[in-house]
């Protein structure tokens, strides 16, 4: 039986610090994020800042989601 995506993720955050660090940076992005989208005017520079957020979350989203791959493609996390 293969292992469900969130518990992977659990695995990871607990076994790999590089997964943790992506996880961290990911959420502090989405908080800075959350703050810019709450401001009552967006300026020209928050509209240009909330693309490079949104640009960096999706790199760190991609990375994570390449860790979970590999995880599920290495052997000996198969189950049959």
Do not use: C, W
């Amino acid at each position: 039986m293969m292992m469900k995506e969130e518990e992977i993720k659990e695995h990871l955050m607990s076994a790999s610090p590089e997964f943790r660090r992506l996880v961290e940076e990911h959420k502090l992005y989405e908080g800075q994020l959350h703050e810019l989208n709450n401001r009552h005017h967006m300026t020209e520079q928050d509209h240009v800042e909330e693309i490079r957020l949104k640009k960096k979350k999706l790199q760190l989203k991609d990375q994570m989601n390449s860790m979970i791959q590999k995880f599920r493609s290495e052997p000996s996390h198969q189950h049959t």
